[in-house]
């Protein structure tokens, strides 16, 4: 009933915002962005500054973190959907691609918004948001800080050599900091000069954090992550998806389903009404098996930690099941994909506890094995995880929530 409320007031948020826009009045879209806040849940009271965050899955679940782990004392969360700085982004550069013209309307609705509710910070989850760069440019005179909390991370060396290619276009980075999961990512967007290296910091994967020194109660389904045929293609101008791995992979693991009535096997698509795994879900329906359903967004961690196995591939839910002690399929069917396996897909290979699946008949033995054991865990410790987790989410200690509230203080001047 609350997300359906909250549904019902961002719309009516978004008209207002519109409606702001074409009679040329920037503090009805401030009003906008007012009624449709939301405030991160904290179990500490009087905070001292207000983080303004501009809601992104994944992104937002970093921030949750640190709130989880009472680390916010000085610190109020306040959520706000990006939309709005799309329905305004759009405005404009449909109109008349002006984009002072969008920078000194933005800069307007922040000065109205300051009014109302006193901002010290806003933090954005990707350096390439279009809609949201414009936030490194805001009036000085407002006072407000802009850090960007860069949450990809799953790039081998050709993906890396295609981002930097996009970099290298961008206009310098003129925001307060950037946060980054790992030192590869670091050294790449340093080597293109888009930031002064004094205003970018590892951190590390803050939602990460959950899954360290945790232990399950139960074990008691297969959790398989939903496929985007296109990750690791993103930056690759290439005409080929994911979408036969995919289904097959999926298909094998139905397969397995049926014959198994007994164990349970849940579905995560990564957000509701999600296109891009839209064949797999149908896959699933047509199925019709009552021991699989299918989860749409929200948070992955109790399922992630009361789960016997994982499936997924080139997402960080492998590095959050390492970081759990789960182990894991990917499947890397090498016959069929072996080139862009290696171009586009991270390599996992050094790990004992990820079982990288060369064809469909082997995600059945794989799964068969795993519940004919008897034994609830059977993850083995591995330094090589650990080699893994630093790598990809830099996060082998369970520390990047502090490591991430530290930056935010220090920028705010805490």
Known sequence: MKQLLYICILEISKIISKLGLVINFPILSSLAFVISLRFLKSKIKNKKRNILILEKSHGIDDIKQISKLSLDKNLRFILLSRGHLHIIYNFFFKKNKDLDLYKNYVNKVFFYFNKIININLIISFNLMYKSERVLQKLDQNLDVKFLVCQKECLFNEDVLKNLKNRFLKLDKFTGDHITVYNEQFKSMIISTN??????????????????????????????????????????????????????????????????????????????????????????????????????????????????RLIIAFNSTAIFEALACKKDIIIPYFKKKFEINLKKYIIDTSISENIYHAQNEKEIENILENTFRNKNKISYKYSEADNELLEKYIGNSDGNSSKRLVGVIEKIINI
Not at 230 to 246: K, P, R
Not at 269 to 286: F, R, T
Not at 287 to 296: A, T
């Open 194 to 307: 888009h930031v002064d290296p004094n205003k970018i910091t590892v951190v590390g994967m803050s939602r990460a954090d959950y899954y360290f020194n945790k232990q399950a109660k139960k074990q008691d389904h297969v959790l398989f992550f939903l496929i985007n045929p296109d990750t690791g293609l993103i930056n690759s101008n290439l005409n080929f998806s994911w979408n036969e791995l995919a289904e097959n992979t999926l298909t094998s693991t139905l397969n397995f389903a049926e014959k198994n009535p007994h164990i349970k096997f849940i579905f995560k698509a990564k957000i509701i009404g999600d296109n891009e795994s839209y064949k797999q879900q149908k896959l699933i329906k047509d199925k019709n098996l009552k021991n699989c359903s299918i989860v749409f967004g929200g948070n992955s961690n109790k399922l992630i930690l009361d789960s």
